[in-house]
């Protein structure tokens, strides 16, 4: 914290919310944290979260996806004495702390901040006084508070650590599993995240940790079975991360492919008698009726009979609850909705919250009756999940108020009424406003009268917008309190456009045709693409590029070949020990290397053996503790010294190398020596198993492999370069650290000459370079590639289409004088302004149906 350089802007006045995020944003440009275009990510973040945090204090940040915008960390504090209004409510902000962060950084200064709200006179005094010297030194003074805080709260002698690596932070449908895995045991597991714990068995508690993605956890159990529980919870945690990383890359696939359909709209403004405009949360482009589709408001009366019959009410409730869930569950599922039918499930766990059922109790024994008991409560803990800094996690506020209605409509005797107004009067292209649609109402949608929706509230990462993406709708959300009023009144006409997130209501005549044509076109484009997704990457000239996919298992291959992949270039095999508390023995590995042969049919295979330190640790490997584990024993290194880690993998790859074609790829080399070494293990092990040779590669992730190219291929079969790693090392950037993070840049100049001295080494010895770093599927980071002379590119799935569609347009000779310019040049943003010669999809052919 106090490295963190703090601007300060004393006796401030602004009009209103936006003007003073709009102050705030301007402090930040001109003191060089960040660039003018944050500002604007200020502006969108507090459409989808809110961002006071009580006291008079409000924390605008930018979303996630434009921390690009960041030039490097720092505060910008606005004192407003007179308090400006923030949100819809009443509250008033009197300190607005702007936070520009590479990283999630704002998580240790929202910890600061929390312990400073707990000292009124000292938050009116900073909100009033003279001195802007003040207000730094209590923005960045050292916490102390920590240890006492943590005192009372309950760990357990028996536990272990662990960083949570979900990309969207811990949410319902993976707290839910938690629980879950713990309810089988009789010990007690609880959960730490910083100062708050939480117990393992209550998914709301685990909610209310707010841990976002890199949280350092805490486990711990008490009770007979508590190793046992520990293990299950470990397990269920690292088996969910792998596949929240997975869906998070599918849906950034499918969002890029949007973004990439979206250009077809270009600048259209089509003219209506009102705009509004939101955010995108599923692609698409409809024409439709508008029709109101909010649920009514419940009116609760406070009637009280005699704590038993409120208790058998409340008993009641839940139970009728817990079967609806449970159907709509099993419906989801019966229909391979497994997207739905993960929501309702974990619906159903927020019933069993012992919270919620406590703070009912309690005022019911105090004499009020149990509807407006529940309600209270229920409002209750969505504030305080609404207030959580992290948009992702606020945004699930709309499940626990979607669990919470559910109950209450059933204590209303109204448990069977549909939620979400008269469906079956909708018209048949109905476009659905609503404040905020629940998650329960959006997964059970008909399609086939409902065209899109759009909301006053709501984020791109709630599970009404995921469920709407699953539905193929699109959807705008956030759209403002507008889109409710007499502006947009049932019966009308619109336009929705879930690619740039604007709804068009009462379109004129010449916007309706130009929409239809759009639409047209936008269908044929997805055809076309869908069409031409298994044709080769060859460029007009007649050069083709080998594009093949990075996957892990056998049903990530299926679905890569879908999607245009030729083979598999990297086949990560640590999830294989990050999944489990014990090595996965030799069998175990067969087994699944020999699915992935299989799966490929032929089809080339590139098996990366264990990559593991650095980023990546393993507790069950004991692995030794280094102060700069990206220095130390990582892959090929920590292998050669370890042959219970090295031989059975190696044995495994041999064995399922009978089936196809296979090739083994050694990471993190660094000199000629390693090579040598390696070889000599694997020809012993293949000389022991009498199998047949594979092809042999390394990573080039470090600079001395990469300036050692022309004497390392000499003794390799192929390279495949790690733009990731590459970048780290060249730029000497750690890319996990807070600060830095944001400069280590693969177009930057000095990596892309490292790759082009990589290619001629290989050249040299007819070897032939692959690249399976991030840089290989972003749409200039290929082109670039191709021109320096990489062979092969292997990336997500989701890119695959969008980078051969590129290659195509272009000859050899144009992307290879784009990669001399950009090897000429000083900066990444130089060699990013060169993307400007590279030819956008061009229009599809016009087949004459279109108006």
Known sequence: MSTIPVEVRLGAAPHNREDAVRAAGALLAQAGHAQ???????????????????????????????????????????????????????????????????????????????????DDALMDRLAT????????????????????????????????????????????????????????????????????????????????????????????????????????????????????????????????????????LGDWQPTARQTFTGIAASPGLVIGTLVQAGAAALEV?????????????????????????????DGARAAGKAEQAGIFTAHAGLLQDADLLLATSRSVVQGHGVAWAWRRAVGERVAAQRALADATLAARAADVQDVGERVLRHLLGRGHEAEGGAAAAWPADA???????????????????????????????????????????????????????????????????????????????????????????????????ARTRQLPATTTDGHTVEIAANANRADQATHALAAGAEGVGLMRTEFLFLERDAVPDEDDQYAVYRAMVEALDGRPLIVRTLDIGGDKQVP?????????????????????????????????????????????????????????????????????????????????????????????AAHVDFFSIGTN???????????????????ADSLHPSVLRLIERTIAGARAHGRWVGVCGGLAGEPLGAALLAGLGAQELSMSSGDIGTVKALLRRHSLAELQDLARRALDVDTADEVRALGAALRPAGPVADTGDAP
């Open 36 to 118: 003018p275009a944050y500002t604007d990510s200020l502006l969108q973040r507090e459409k989808v979260a809110n961002t006071f945090l009580g006291q008079g204090l409000a924390i605008p940040h930018g979303m996630v996806e434009d921390k690009h915008l960041v030039r490097r960390t720092g505060l910008a504090v606005l004192q407003v004495p007179g308090g400006v209004r923030w949100g819809d409510d009443a509250k008033q902000a009197r300190l607005v702390v702007a936070i520009a962060a590479a990283s999630d950084e704002h998580i240790a200064v929202l910890r600061r901040l929390t312990r400073l709200m707990r």
């Open 129 to 264: 006084t003279r001195d802007a010297g003040e207000i730094v030194r209590a923005l960045t003074g050292e916490e102390s508070a920590g240890a006492a805080e943590a005192a009372g709260l309950e760990d357990f002698p028996l536990g272990h650590e662990l960083s949570l690596n979900y990309p969207n932070g811990l949410h319902a449908r993976p707290a839910g599993q938690w629980a879950q895995a713990v309810k089988r045991f009789t010990a007690r597991v609880h959960v730490r995240c910083g100062d708050t714990v939480a117990d393992a068995k209550n998914l709301a508690a685990l909610l209310s940790l707010g841990a976002g993605r890199g949280a350092q956890l805490r486990l711990s159990a008490q009770g007979p079975d508590a190793p046992a529980a520990l293990a299950a919870l470990r397990d269920t945690i690292v088996r969910l991360g792998e596949e929240e990383s997975r869906q998070a890359e599918l849906s950034a696939a499918r969002q890029a492919q949007a973004q990439g359909l979206g250009r077809e």
């Open 301 to 329: 009366d406070d009637r009280f009979t005699s704590v038993a019959a409120e208790a058998a009410a409340l008993d009641q409730a839940l139970a009728a609850a817990l079967a609806q869930l449970q159907q709509l569950a």
């Open 431 to 529: 476009i659905l406003l609503a404040d905020d649609l629940s998650p329960s109402v959006t997964a059970q949608i008909d399609t086939a009268k409902v065209r899109g929706f759009c909301t006053a509230r709501g984020g791109p990462t709630a599970h009404t917008a995921i469920l709407a993406r699953a539905l193929g709708l699109p959807a705008v959300v956030a759209a403002g309190p507008g889109v409710l009023g007499a502006d947009a009144a049932a019966g009308t006409p619109a336009i929705l456009d879930g690619y740039r997130g604007r709804l068009y209501v009462g379109p004129s005549e010449t916007a309706l045709i130009e929409a239809r044509e759009r639409m047209q076109r936008l269908a044929r484009r997805q055809e076309e693409e």
């Open 620 to 712: 069950h490997l004991d692995l030794p503790v280094e102060d700069n584990p990206f220095l130390g024993l990582r892959g090929a290194r920590l292998c050669l010294r370890r042959d219970d880690l090295l031989v059975p993998q190696l044995r495994a790859l041999y064995r399922a190398a009978r089936h196809g074609p296979l090739s083994v790829m050694f990471p993190m080399i660094s000199t000629v020596e390693e090579v040598h070494q390696l070889r000599q293990r694997m020809e012993a092990v293949r000389r022991e198993l009498d199998a047949p040779q594979v092809p042999v590669g390394i990573m080039i992730e470090v600079p001395s492999a990469a300036l050692m190219a022309d004497r390392l």
């Open 725 to 743: 790693d590459l970048t780290q090392y060249a730029l000497a950037v750690d890319r996990q650290h807070p600060e830095l993070a944001g400069m």
